[in-house]
T-cell receptor, first 115, second 112 residues
Framework: EAGVVQSPRYKIIEKKQPVAFWCNPI?????LYWYRQNLGQGPELLIR????????DSQLPKDRFSAERLKGVDSTLKIQPAELGDSAVYLC?????????????FGEGSWLTVV | GDSVTQMEGPVTLSEEAFLTINCTYT??????LFWYVQYPGEGLQLLLK?????DKGSNKGFEATYRKETTSFHLEKGSVQVSDSAVYFC???????????FGKGTKLSVKP
């Protein structure tokens, strides 16, 4: 079974440019997460979807970040405009809906460098 | 809010040494507990988990026991290998739809 797929794996952009990341979760997983991981730190949640609905976006910097999950499957995370401090790894993850004991599966990440 | 504290790294061990990485947490309700591992340049992989008190999660020679009375979930391995070199994250997940809460992680380096 395919895991969580993310693209692109690596992206280098100049500051003030836009960038978008795409995620395809594991088939059948209703819950989708976007995390940001700064160098040497643990991942921090940006947004969580249950199907199409964003149920937790309290940590998403809404002035420059946006996300969507049309049709409750694939998701896109966008940054516009990018700032130097946005350099990080953006991790997408998915899990079955329901109990806290369900495992959350992560993709390989999209590595962003803003110069 | 929910939080997790792991021992500071980096941890450097010789091959076949015993490993312990301490983890304590604070969480509302009755969380499930997870250890994830991140190899260089990769995403996070589930290493093991436990969903109720006194449960022991195990995988690839690693073990951790859910200790509710001490709110701890320490990771152990009897004999580490060079291939175990990675960053390890302890993460509680609280509530019925809770999010994983990560600390800074512990970097392990195993020397031949």
């Amino acid at each position: 079974e395919a895991g969580v797929v993310q693209s692109p794996r690596y992206k280098i952009i100049e500051k003030k440019q836009p960038v978008a990341f795409w995620c395809n979760p594991i088939s059948g997983h209703n819950t989708l997460y976007w995390y940001r991981q700064n160098l040497g730190q643990g991942p921090e949640l940006l947004i969580r979807y249950e199907n199409e609905e964003a149920v937790d976006d309290s940590q998403l910097p809404k002035d420059r970040f946006s996300a969507e999950r049309l049709k409750g499957v694939d998701s896109t995370l966008k940054i516009q405009p990018a700032e130097l401090g946005d350099s990080a790894v953006y991790l997408c993850a998915s899990s079955p809906q329901g109990r806290s004991g369900n495992t959350i599966y992560f993709g390989e990440g999209s590595w962003l460098t803003v110069v | 809010g929910d939080s997790v504290t792991q021992m500071e790294g980096p941890v450097t061990l010789s091959e076949e040494a015993f490993l312990t990485i301490n983890c304590t947490y604070t969480a509302t309700g009755y969380p499930s507990l997870f250890w994830y591992v991140q190899y260089p340049g990769e995403g996070l992989q589930l290493l093991l988990k436990a969903t109720k008190a006194d449960d022991k999660g195990s995988n690839k020679g690693f073990e951790a026991t859910y200790r509710k009375e001490t709110t701890s979930f320490h990771l152990e391995k009897g004999s580490v290998q060079v291939s175990d070199s990675a960053v390890y994250f302890c993460a509680p997940r609280g509530g019925s739809q809770g999010n994983l809460i990560f600390g800074k992680g512990t970097k392990l380096s195993v020397k031949p």
